[in-house]
């Protein structure tokens, strides 16, 4: 089981890596799945670029962050909890009241064991996050005018960059499936590390089955504007090529599972999940297009329009662990990431099998030089050989291998084996 | 009321004009459209211009024309009435005898008390055109071998021009509507004035209005070679912008509503009518394309393809003031007219408020840069910001804001308000 | 009756030739046709040409061909049946012994009576066909040691062509129609010539047709590899014009008839000929086409999609005298040919009647230049014009006349005559 082996990996190496958008976190986190995957390959796009509507912004990194009481004790330390630092927090170094601290001081008074996890990447901002009991018991034990020294050692360098990886497993079509996942959230368990385990996973799977149908591109990247950085370095291709994909996100809980399919809801990536849930007996919930929010939102859009499909457990928002400290690997347990990676995998295997032949030649092909005929033409053709070419009849690159079967009266297995003949004879590419 | 305005500039200024399809009398009538509508821009296209399978016709004017009894009495003064001259006859100075004037005298038996509307565009002809009862009168009174001189001063100049106005008002979108009357008929009120009516209105009515949505273009051109020689000159912008359009003729009276919709019955300006119908409960006949007869042949002609829908009262060739000298403003009302202004109104406003919106972006837009955004983002991202890439999500340029809005679940109105302001920020256009 | 002509020219003139895919057989055999009809256009190719993914072949011919027993008794002839030797035989001059011989001699247990029709073009071969009853009889006769000599003489010339005949009946529409049969078989009947006499009995009717609508293409051609060159150099031209074709083949005889349809069943030419049935009331067996065999698979093919329909009677590989000598002139007959004559007549007449008028102007044409208005325009304008007018509307090149004719309510005739005035106008083309 290999979701053993990336779990242990995500919750004792990723998971406490501070990491956001950019920065130093990110290229840890790279480096170790490149670790795993030497043919990974890294990316960095500069800071500032233009990618369609947006800009890769400045690399954030942090090396310290707290706050002293007067008594100079670490009354919140970033070292001790990723979160408690508001991500891409400007640096800081103040003396502020009791007051004007707890302005930037945010907690989850519903969830008040719980630290939330806040960003601001595109207002200069700092603030810190601490539980609501902690909050409580500050404002109990201090004065309104009692002085903090609030202290961030972070930098925003313009010429730093955005990190991304790629790690694709050639097929033998240029048809591609898209493996999405991100990481860009910081000692989060569902809500990202889930994702890369299951990729993980999935890469280690495929990867030792030596003739895959057809290609796999895995992607780790920041979400949002790291999709939308990916999507401008290779919209061509990727509309030329891939022909469904997947979105994980988490996808590592045992509560339930769901997804988002593609915009129109018609794409081969759609279907084969669906008939995944199905051949496992999985009930899931299905939401609509309008409750996406990972980076389905940026494959699906208009003049993109990858029909790509996103898988879930417990859908991001949907659970009251979602982006606080209690998003951790006792949500995220090895019994949901192996429900999720078996899901995946069969619909990935689906998808791996959905082929649309297309004739390479004009006409019929000419068998005897491939000693497809019986030599001596005697009254009957091959039977054989009648059926590999009723089924180049129908390879026009519209038709899957299930419809032409449909057509020249075979069923899906003998379909298949024809294919693989004809394919290996060069007859057909897809 | 607008119409009251230009009900009296037609019934006082044009109606006693000259009118053909060129010569003075249009030339007169585009300057006085011009003199209310300065933006109204006159074209000149050159007598003999190839358009299409036409050429345009010789430039005609008449200064007199009439015919002298023995007495050197004026039996017949085309100053009188401009319709008891045949529309392009040739130059005449001739002494005839009563049979001989009888054969090119016209005149219409079953309605004696009005006077026909004859024209000879394309042969060389003369004529003199009568009411029934005069012409017996006529017939007692004269002698078979009466002598009578013929006078036609007119002119024929093969070096003059076709003339036509255009006044455009621009909108936010580069989509038109097309509105087109005719200006060719000599003193006819259903047959031609109320057409011009009916568009001065509009123009008046829209023109006041701010922001239109589409650009609403009017034409005031001859019939049929006038319509040709227009679209030989705008094709291709006129097939790149218009999404529909309407043709006013015999708009003016009490008696009814009818339409002929384009020729396949699914323009946008097709569904706005049949709208407009509706929503004023206004009971109407729908013809059938081939009771065409006006300037609908031409746009909707194939290779043309503009789908323009033809607005009446009661249409052409059904009543029977038509193409006579009763055809006058005893048929045509203010409140023939103002029904129809409000119609026609009405359907261009819903033409209007049909937007079928284009993302100018690929991917996402930086919503926070447009400060659509919180600041800082806490767990929900903000309602009003969600609705806006829904919207976006859906601008392919193929679906309308009322298809949007089922898309994402919301009410028209709340889609229009979606739409303006991301129109506003310039993430779409249409 | 053409037949008659023809089934005496076949009979007694083509079937004593040695056909093969090239040689002296074939180019006998188009010199006979061009005789009939000096306008077939003889074509040649040369032997290693590259057509698609074949080549074609070496020119095979042969000046004699025997087997001599040790008395030099000739106990094979080919001279007395093209049958008795293999199509494609190489060069043979040999001493063998009894079992040797009978190695290479083949004959049909089932069929006693029938040489059987073997040809072994892509691999270097030789052999005798004779009758069973001839083998039983040389097996009683000769002793297991007893020598034979075998004589060849063949050649196949790396410098030799493929040849093929092209006759082109002009229409006035660059639309097409073709017909296609083939010329490669040896003396056989039903299974070549029927073919070739259909052909050149339509060619003779049709070609006193002065009129065509549409442009009717007969090629004779070698089968498979003559249809796959003929396409590598016609490919683009054809796909242009041809709106249907009919691949002729074992068309002659009286058992019944039978049809494969295009790949997509929707082709012009399927229609028609299903009418054709219908008229003539013929009761026919409707083969899949998986069922395919003759040239129709090349026509049909992905990229080529020529959508080309067979007409057989007794289709090839379903009676027994198939690919033996008893395909002769007594399965054959005149009757049977005739049937399939006016049959395919029919067809290619119903074929000839579909027209789909393109408008050749924009806008409505001017009518008066051309005499179709009644001088003075007077109320109405002529009936008859307005007809010609509305057909115009309709005439996009993607309606039928029959689709026009129910858009402007007429009858089919009527709609016919319309066609034909705008078309000696030139007003439509096809």
Redesign the interface.
Known sequence: MFINKYYKLAKYNLFPICRSLTGRGIQKTLKIIKNEFPNLKIYKVPSGTKV????VPNEWNVTDAYVLDKKNKKIINFKLNNLHL?GYSIPVNKILNKTQLFKNLYSLPKQPKAI?Y??????K?W?FCITHNKKMEFDKKYKKNDKFKVIIKSSLNPKGNLNYGELILPGKSKQEILISTYICHPSMANNELSGSIVSMSLIKHFKKIKKLNKTIRFIFIPE?IG??TY??KN?NSLKSNVIGGFNLSCIGDERQHSCILS?YENSPSDKALLEAYKKLKIKFKLYS??KRGSDE??Y?????DLPVTSIFKSKF?TYKE??TSLDNFDLVTKKGLQESFVLTKKAIEILQNKIFP??T??????M??RNL?R??????IKNSSRIL??F??????KLSIEQIAKK??VDYKKAMQIYKKLFSLKLLVN
């Open positions: 369609f509507d947006w800009n508001i939330p806040i960003t601001s990447y595109y207002k901002y603030g949002t999709s939308i999507l401008s919209l915009k297009f309008l939102r940026q699906n859009s208009p003049g993109v928002g979602y982006h297309n004739s030649i004009l006409c019929e092909p000419f005897s030089k005929y030599e001596i033409n005697l009254i009957n070419l009723d180049i009849q129908y390879s026009n690159g020249i009266k």
